[in-house]
């Protein structure tokens, strides 16, 4: 099966995808007006089965859940819900142990996040 991971933002949203059970992150894409069907896109090219999203707690955790609402409209795969508490932490100290280039953080941090919930996400 194929998976995809969300890291959901106000900005941007990270992906991550898991085929044949390698986990892998896809550039972010903007939260905007054609996030949906850029996601839709993202499900067919790579023949996605099952989508997991990322549920902080609190406040945000609402416009998260109002996100996944919609998702379940226009994908019409099965989505989960997968707890995201300190991923942004473990993506962070992930970012340093790889030694990747500090003016690459905002544009890889969320897809890294992504992938932490897909890997909790698989290992459950």
Same mark, same amino acid.
């Given at each position: 099966?194929?998976?995809?991971?969300?890291?959901?933002?106000?900005?941007?949203?990270?992906?991550?995808?898991?085929?044949?059970?390698?986990?892998?992150?896809?550039? *972010? =894409?903007?939260?905007?007006? +054609?996030?949906? &069907?850029?996601?839709?896109?993202?499900?067919?090219?790579? #023949?996605?089965? $099952?989508?997991?999203?990322?549920?902080?707690?609190?406040?945000?955790?609402?416009?998260?859940?109002?996100?996944?609402?919609?998702?379940?409209?226009?994908?019409?795969? *099965? =989505?989960?819900?997968?707890? +995201?508490?300190? &991923?942004?932490?473990?993506?962070?100290?992930?970012?340093? #142990?790889?030694? $990747?280039?500090?003016?690459?953080?905002?544009?890889?941090?969320?897809?890294?996040?992504?992938?932490?919930?897909?890997?909790?996400?698989?290992?459950?």
């Amino acid at each position: 099966m194929n998976y995809l991971a969300i890291d959901y933002g106000t900005k941007r949203i990270g992906l991550a995808i898991s085929t044949s059970g390698i986990i892998s992150t896809i550039s *972010p =894409i903007a939260n905007n007006k +054609e996030s949906f &069907s850029v996601l839709i896109k993202i499900c067919q090219n790579h #023949q996605i089965d $099952k989508v997991f999203v990322g549920i902080s707690e609190g406040d945000f955790a609402k416009q998260t859940q109002d996100f996944v609402a919609q998702l379940k409209d226009v994908l019409k795969l *099965p =989505i989960e819900e997968i707890e +995201e508490a300190v &991923s942004t932490i473990e993506a962070q100290q992930l970012f340093q #142990q790889l030694h $990747k280039k500090k003016k690459n953080y905002k544009k890889e941090i969320d897809s890294i996040s992504a992938a932490i919930i897909l890997r909790r996400a698989l290992t459950n």
